[in-house]
């Protein structure tokens, strides 16, 4: 919020509001209002002040203005607030719309009754409720004067002579705790009145954004490295998985040993397994010879091998990033300021955007490029993508990822639209069913209606083929 006053000595108030603290700064005006500034107060334009009213003993003051507005700045914490006061008893506007409580506040509820405080006070606590402002600071310093052990006539000559000290002192600031703390009898002072405090405002925010910054930062870091050890879990299941469950290799062989055995139209076929001595069951396709049940398994042997060998290097690369994660907390811990997150660690958290990523997964078949929708949006996003004489595929009557086959010469071949219709079956929701009707037209013949959700399409031409899935 920023305030203008345009009197003989143009200057600007600006308030920040920061991690539940208010935060006043007095200077030059150098700030217009832009595109994306929000008028409020409007009650408050072109008029003229009156008087500044502190709260005797509170964190509030008033700004009177001519016309009988009066501007109530609450400084109470996170509670801290705006309120413009006309005639009525309620506030006409507030800046924090989302203090709810602020709207019904009467501007007599904010009035704090003082009185003479009684000498002599025996206790820090006694001290406190009548000097609710005194600082440790304060407080530590009257200690001592030997306050507590004084008669009420040498407690009010103390505290007239503290008075006198606070009026001549300048502030400084103690950067040893945290949150620095603001000093009125400091031997190293930063200077009087308003600008002093500013400075000290200007480390308190300092402070915070660079604890919002840093929390942010820790926060992304710590659920990426929890992503990748859970990935890292499952990667090295898999592995163990395929490492000491039968391989298709091994039960090829087998089925290869008792093919003269093995009826045709069998689906299981109870085998003994001349490797253990024991007897197995092999499950079979009943269309298929058993030489052919047989070479299907070694099919699957090979891509069991290209999985075990990706497996492998997938768990190197998880490694890896794991260990990266972790020196990159390492390094947003031992931050000290703002200034720490540039160069290596990069900029603001913020502003960093995420790498783009294609809406589709890409696979390849016969050298056919094949795209698989991600999510109903990629769905959408990858139609846009396609040309109109590509092959769109999506598993009939169920949710599913749309099937993209990108054109390469003059028509595609069967074995390309068997596969791609196997990946539109397997992603959607038949892939449990062992034949799944798939629609296949060109993407000419799909169009996105107007208002459709993500991912609902119309078909405007209905061919629709079978994948038959293992």
């Known amino acids: ?121 025996e206790t820090p606590k006694s001290l406190k409720t009548v000097f609710p402002w005194y600082t440790s600071e304060i407080s530590d310093w009257l200690k001592t004067q030997d306050f507590y052990s004084q008669d009420a006539q040498g407690q009010q000559d103390t505290i007239q002579q503290l008075n006198k000290k606070l009026d001549e002192a300048k502030l400084g600031i103690d950067n040893s705790v945290d949150p620095p703390a603001l000093l009125f009898l400091s031997n190293a002072p930063i200077g009087k009145g308003m600008p002093a405090l500013e400075e000290y405002a200007k480390q308190h925010l300092r402070r915070f954004y660079y604890l919002h910054e840093r929390e942010l930062r820790l926060q992304a870091a710590k659920q990426k490295l929890k992503h990748l050890q859970k990935l890292l879990n499952e990667q090295k299941k898999r592995l163990h998985e395929l490492e000491t469950r039968r391989s298709y290799k091994e039960l090829g062989d087998i089925i290869l040993t008792y093919a003269h055995s093995i009826k045709p139209g069998v689906a299981n076929a109870f085998l003994t397994d001349y490797f253990t001595g024991n007897q197995i069951r092999v499950k079979l396709d009943p269309t298929l010879s058993a030489p052919e049940n047989a070479q299907k398994y070694y099919r699957k042997a090979k891509n069991e091998i290209i999985e075990k060998q990706k497996l492998a290097s997938d768990l190197e690369k998880t490694t890896l990033a794991i260990e990266t994660q972790q020196h990159l907390i390492t390094a947003i811990e031992s931050t000290s300021s703002i200034k720490d997150f540039k160069g290596h660690l990069g900029k603001s958290t913020q502003a960093e955007k995420p790498a783009e990523s294609k809406p589709y997964k890409l696979n390849e078949c016969g050298g056919y490029e094949i795209w698989v929708g991600k999510q109903a949006k990629g769905n959408d996003a990858m139609l846009k993508l396609a040309n109109k004489n590509d092959m769109w595929l999506h598993a009939r009557g169920v949710a599913g990822s749309h099937v993209i086959v990108r054109k390469k010469g003059t028509d595609f071949p069967d074995k390309v639209i068997e596969y791609a219709a196997k990946l539109a079956a397997l992603n959607s929701k038949a892939k449990t069913q062992k034949i799944v009707p798939v629609y296949c037209v060109e993407r000419k013949f799909v169009t996105k209606p107007k208002k459709a959700l993500p991912g609902e399409v119309t078909v405007l031409k209905e061919h629709v083929i079978d994948a038959v899935l293992d």
């Open 1 to 121: 919020m920023i305030f203008h006053f345009e009197g003989e000595n143009k200057w600007q108030l600006t308030l920040k509001f920061a991690g539940g603290e208010m935060y006043f700064f007095c200077e030059p005006i150098s700030v217009w209002p832009g595109k994306n500034a929000i008028s409020q107060f409007r009650q408050l334009e072109n008029a003229r002040v009156e008087s500044v009213i502190p709260t005797i003993g509170d964190r509030s003051f008033q700004i009177l203005f001519h016309n009988q507005y009066r501007m109530f700045f609450k400084g109470f914490g996170k509670f801290g607030n705006i309120l413009l006061y006309g005639d009525e008893i309620n506030p006409v506007g507030t800046f924090r719309r989302e203090l709810k409580v602020d709207a019904d506040k009467c501007l007599a509820s904010f009035e704090v009754q003082t009185a003479e405080p009684i000498f002599p006070l």
